[in-house]
């Protein structure tokens, strides 16, 4: 007992100091943000837009899908320029321009080297000066950069309008006709594009970095790599090789001499416990994972494709009803949907054999209740998307009911709210089975950790209340990476790690003391990196050297447990031959396997590869994130879910016998077509942008000339081999669970939503 107390105090040290770097830095960035001025004028004195327009321009630009069309300061989409360089980039041509004629009465292009040498110097001194002043809370313009600001935000007003000369540019960005149909909405987005580059370019203070420590990378104002980006970067690679080092050495030298493995049952323990009918009733859940599985595939190829055709789908004008904007949010909305379904369910078939074998009182209503609940949430959210992106719906109703814009989090507030209410619905459904358990005398660690892991889940989704329609964007995204990084890549991790522990030592295939051990130290491992490692996210986000430094410090240990998943991965591979009745549930297992080796490669490898500072200032926002994020999304993610779900379906299905032949076409389908995705497009298109954003900048890596090359529509239409057997895989996997869940080609046909009493095999 003393060992886990031990592990105890470690995982609650780690969690106390942790969130109080993410809370005290936390404080540093509301400090730091880059102000949005109350006025910006010219240098007479005239208005040029306030603080009030600007933010209504952040929410013109939420209107439209926000981070799913495009980016900002490299946060969003892929397809479409990020606004941020293109504007800056844009705005700078201008004034060169105005410059040129000005000075020698001809265009920029037709000066002679010395003289744009001259007119660039200029041109640097202009903009990284910053004019704005703190006590009056005003920002001053001169006449050559309104002019500037004037002529860019003419070509975002028609682009993001009808204007037909801009027709070919918009299938290139793949955006809709007449995406932003009001004028005036269409002015105040300029105005909030025009902020977000002002913040990119302007010095905090003489001789300092800019508001977004450089970033982007553009030559022609000497925004490079900062000493600081450097520094940190190398620190981070140095950690990384240490902590790997310091777990090898601990894992030889401290972790004791391994006992002698249990002796499995000649049968199933679970199968001893009988279905109680709120485990009955998770059949419906597993049908909502697979039916958005299937959705969510089929709107990946759909967005891909749109990659290279733009507004259509092999010639059908699909961008009219079915944009790019809104096709990649529901793609990305379906995913958390059933990933989290899965999640839910797994802990919901769990509760029952925790209490004992029995459902606490009302359980199974409770579990009905939650499942309509979530399809009010999912059908409300994605109508709520679609009227927000066709501009049907009410400006003022947007944020509420409609598009948040912010990636991840895009659903309305409403339905946020609603699946908040659900989350915390299901922690009190989990709790009701847990509690009496932890009231029974004996070992409860490993309980103790499966509990605290639930509570998280259920309570840190609430952190995406603490910004609104109208936050400072440098504010929202250090709540949005809350929910995307801490909840999701920190406490599912824990909960994943606790319930797989509880699943296999309730089958007695690990002893229970091996299994609290493993999960308290893995625990620990993955909080210590994971929860000041959000910031990593926020190198360039109106964030300081600070923020960049516990991020590329602490997001370099989040690595390092990783490396030790070949062995996790064995042993799920190895425990389908402990016992003979381990083969029911063999394909289960290979999924785990499948998450261990995704969770090394996609969360571990291709994750390190885009994390150091100085790696992430030449690659946000381009395709390499993107690589990261299939493969630790889907990857761990994705698998872990999946395997939940035929778990969970091989035990309230008792009779079912998984078809050999549909799960390995499932399993390594589903393996070859994410890896033949990654490798073949997704990473050779990044690496490529890499070259180009590292030589030119990062404008020019996501410009309509170098993404519409040759070269890069190739490798694009290539992604569609690699889609393909995706889909193959996941049609695959789905046909194995709906034949399980209606009994096909069985005997007697079951009731979805209530299955009669089955005799345990």
Excluded at 103 to 120: K, V
Excluded at 200 to 226: F, K, Q
Excluded at 653 to 658: D, E, H
Aim: with cysteine.
């Amino acid at each position: 007992m003393n060992k886990y107390y031990r592990l105890w105090w470690a995982l609650i040290a780690v969690l106390g100091v942790t969130f109080g770097i993410l809370g005290y830095f936390g404080k540093e960035v509301y400090r730091v943000a880059p102000p949005i001025p109350e006025q910006v004028l010219t240098q007479d004195g005239e208005l040029l837009m306030t603080r009030d327009s600007i933010l209504d321009g952040q929410t013109a630009w939420q209107s439209v899908g926000g981070m799913q069309l495009g980016s900002i300061w490299g946060h969003g989409a892929y397809q479409a320029p990020d606004w941020t360089a293109d504007w800056l980039h844009r705005e700078l041509l201008a004034w060169l321009d105005l410059a040129a004629q000005d000075e020698y009465d001809r265009p920029y292009a037709e000066l002679e080297p010395a003289q744009q040498n001259s007119l660039q110097f200029q041109l640097k001194q202009a903009y990284r000066q910053n004019s704005y002043d703190a006590d009056r809370d005003t920002l001053v313009l001169s006449a050559r950069r309104v002019k500037a600001i004037e002529n860019t935000a003419e070509y975002y007003h028609r682009l993001f309008g009808a204007a037909p000369e801009l027709q070919q540019t918009r299938r290139s960005y793949a955006m809709k006709e007449d995406t932003l149909p009001s004028s005036e909405r269409r002015d105040r987005l300029g105005e909030f594009f025009f902020w977000t580059a002002w913040a990119a370019a302007t010095e905090r203070a003489p001789g300092e970095a800019t508001y977004t420590n450089n970033w982007p990378h553009e030559p022609l104002i000497d925004n490079v790599p900062t000493a600081e980006n450097v520094v940190w970067s190398v620190v981070s690679v140095v950690l990384l090789i240490a902590g790997i080092g310091g777990l090898v050495w601990a894992w030889s030298f401290m972790r004791g001499k391994d006992e002698a493995e249990p002796v499995p049952p000649h049968t199933d323990p679970l199968t001893t416990l009988a279905l109680t009918p709120s485990q009955k009733a998770l059949g419906k859940y597993l049908f909502i994972v697979i039916a958005l599985f299937v959705f969510q595939v089929f709107l990946g190829g759909f967005t891909a494709h749109y990659t290279v055709e733009g507004q259509a789908f092999y010639g059908i004008e699909t961008s009219k009803w079915f944009p790019y904007s809104l096709v990649r949010t529901w793609h990305i909305q379906s995913a958390l949907f059933w990933i989290a379904t899965g999640f839910l369910a797994a802990g919901l078939f769990l509760a029952p054999i925790i209490n004992g074998g029995k459902d606490p009182r009302f359980q199974k209503l409770g579990v009905d209740i939650l499942f309509w609940a979530l399809v009010v949430v999912v059908a409300g959210s994605f109508l709520g998307n679609y009227f927000a992106i066709a501009q049907i719906m009410p400006a003022e109703w947007n944020f509420w009911l409609g598009h948040q814009g912010y990636e991840y989090v895009d659903l309305g507030r409403l339905w946020q709210i609603g699946k908040f209410t659900g989350i915390v619905f299901w922690l009190v459904l989990m709790l009701r089975g847990i509690v009496p358990a932890l009231r029974q005398p004996g070992d409860k660690h490993l309980l103790v950790l499966l509990t605290a892991s639930v509570i998280a889940i259920g309570l840190f989704y609430g952190a995406g209340f603490f910004y609104g329609e109208r936050t400072h964007i440098s504010i929202m995204e250090y709540w949005r990476w809350w929910i995307v990084h801490l909840w999701v890549e920190g406490f599912f991790e824990v909960f994943a790690t606790a319930a797989l522990a509880f699943i296999f030592c309730s089958m007695g295939l690990v002893s229970k003391r091996m299994a609290t051990i493993a999960s308290l130290a893995s625990a620990s491992l993955f909080m210590l990196g994971g929860v000041p490692g959000t910031f990593h996210h926020l190198y360039f986000s109106g964030t300081t050297t600070p923020v960049m430094a516990v991020g590329a410090t602490f997001s370099a240990l989040e690595v390092v447990p990783l490396i030790v998943l070949g062995h996790e991965a064995w042993e799920h591979y190895r425990l389908q031959h402990r016992a003979d009745w381990m083969q029911k549930i063999k394909w289960p297992l290979m999924f785990f396997v499948a998450v261990a080796f995704w969770n090394m490669l996609g969360a571990g490898v291709l994750g390190f590869s885009i994390n150091p500072p100085i790696s992430l200032y030449y690659v946000q926002g381009l395709n390499t994130t993107a690589t990261h994020a299939h493969g630790a999304l889907f990857g761990v993610y994705g698998f872990l879910a999946l395997g939940f779900t035929l778990l969970i379906l091989r035990y309230i299905r008792p009779q079912l016998v998984f078809s050999e032949r549909l799960m390995r076409m499932a399993f390594w389908w589903l393996n070859g077509g994410l890896a033949l995705m990654l490798f073949s497009s997704l990473l050779p298109v990044g690496i490529i942008q890499f070259i180009a954003s590292a030589s030119e900048g990062l404008w020019y890596a996501r410009s309509e000339s170098f993404m519409q090359s040759d070269q890069l529509q190739t490798l694009r239409w290539v992604r569609t081999f690699g889609d393909v057997v995706f889909i193959v895989g996941a049609l695959a996997v789905a046909w194995q669970v709906m034949k399980g869940l209606f009994n096909i080609g069985g005997h007697a046909p079951l009731d979805i939503i209530d299955t009669q009493s089955a005799n345990r095999t």
